[in-house]
DNA sequence: CAGGAAACATACCTTTAGGTCGGTATTTAC
DNA sequence: GTAAATACCGACCTAAAGGTATGTTTCCTG
């Protein structure tokens, strides 16, 4: 029996690495437990040491990966920004990122699926968004309290809003061919991020 | 043998019914057509006799009864409208009546699901988000010329959103926990509409 | 009313799914 | 340095997947 050398955590990074290829081009149910050791260059044996089932393994990929990924491209570059600018910027940079397979596609992809909803799964993935959320609507209080954002806007609604569109274009813009149609979205999204603004009077 | 009594046309929509219920609760990949017959009390036999492969039924399904069933929940009801009243209204009444399962949610699960991105599912879902956007911006175009409608909107891109927002609302709060969040999603979407409007000088 | 076509049912085939099990190689602990 | 624990491989198991093949029954047509 040739076997490598034994590196269980390098083993374990590279089973979430082919778990993230996987979950994201092909959802949970599209996932294949087989495709995926077979892109990790590794066995059953190995997954099944390191993960008890399938959908513990997707569920601390979700935690591990997915979680952190959505953090870094959503959450952190607004931690302490309270401009509507910020906010726009990044919408606008995203946005000129987005494609199947990224962490927000797959972010979407997975909440989409029912089997997911109401399970350990769904739990997850309700955090992620949560957590989203609440990014985006502490921009907008300190925007408030700065006197940048207009006092009437109510910050967690909003950010409810914004969320649930940025899921929305992932998915109602999923093909290539629709790029016209993205480019679209972020034109009108702009547009309704300065209605959120404090005129000076 | 015991065979029922040969309706072909009443089987077909049978089949078509069942696979409303699994696509809509299950996706595509989550579907298995053995469960599909069961449920339609059929067998594969009567399956394989009506539709080729599971693609094709899936297709078929979607250009059948979800197209359908999308044009009566989005697209008739603003046929001839020019207000943004009936389109607050339309919204307010769907957004009470979202329920996993439903159609709205059904076509952006579906559209999620990476697979189809780029075959010809991927078409289909394109063709009724196309069709959706269109009855929407054909709303709006009816305002601006109405004079009810700012004349520096543009109906394509506000379409694209809008379209973009509600399946993401189905997405990101799929769980009926998440009811509250979705309300919210419904005030700031008022919010937006609002701003659309032509102010009487 | 015969015969062929259409509408199903039943049984089965192949592949693949998720998952298990025993063994072997490697580490770790003493 | 040896024993026990860990990491991993490879073969395998069962169930279920999508799909086929061949029936048998009903219907439609002449």
Redesign the interface.
Known sequence: MIQRKKQPQLTRQAILDAAGGEF????Y??TSLGRLVATAGLTKGALFHHFPDKRTLAKIWIEERLASAIEALWMTPLEHADSLESLRNLCRLRFSELA??DAT?AL??L?????A??DLL?RVL?KI?DAW?GAVAGLLERGKAAGRIHRSI?P???A??L?????????????P??AE?RR??L???E??LE?LRNLPT
């Not at 994201?24 to 959802?27: D, F, K, N, Q, R």
């Not at 909440?111 to 089997?115: Q, V």
């Not at 969320?163 to 093909?175: D, M, N, P």
């Open positions: 994201s081009h092909s959802g149910a599209g199947t397979g596609s979407s992809a909440a989409a699926e029912d089997p909803a109401e769904g309700e968004f959320r109510q967690a609604a909003e409810a809003f969320v649930a569109l940025i899921a929305g274009v992932t998915v109602t813009t999923k093909s061919r629709a149609t679209a979205c034109s009108s999204l547009d309704y209605t």
